[in-house]
């Protein structure tokens, strides 16, 4: 069990409750307040849609030993991110 990635798939997990439930946006940096139609929308996408995803994928890396491990989770973090923000612009950016 490697504990880092334990430690920090836990954290990604913490972060997806507070933005994804508790609404807590102000953990988010990188985005312009006032751009944003629903900001409840934009802590749902982001909170489900990546730390969620990301804190699990860890957690289960953490666990289950196997080649091209590093591989996998670079390119679906990519994967996670790419598709979080084409949503992210296409429907809660106010054109």
Do not use: C
């Amino acid at each position: 069990m490697e504990l880092e990635l334990f430690v920090i798939g836990i954290s990604l997990l913490v972060v997806s409750y507070l933005v994804a439930l508790k609404k807590q946006t102000w953990l988010l940096s990188g985005f312009n307040e006032k751009n944003i139609r629903n900001k409840a929308r934009l802590g749902t996408v982001v909170g489900a849609g990546f730390f969620l995803p990301l804190g699990l994928l860890l957690i289960l890396h953490s666990f289950i030993d196997y080649p091209y491990e590093k591989t996998v989770s670079v390119s679906t973090m990519f994967v996670l991110l790419t598709s979080v923000y084409v949503f992210i612009n296409r429907k809660l950016l106010e054109k």
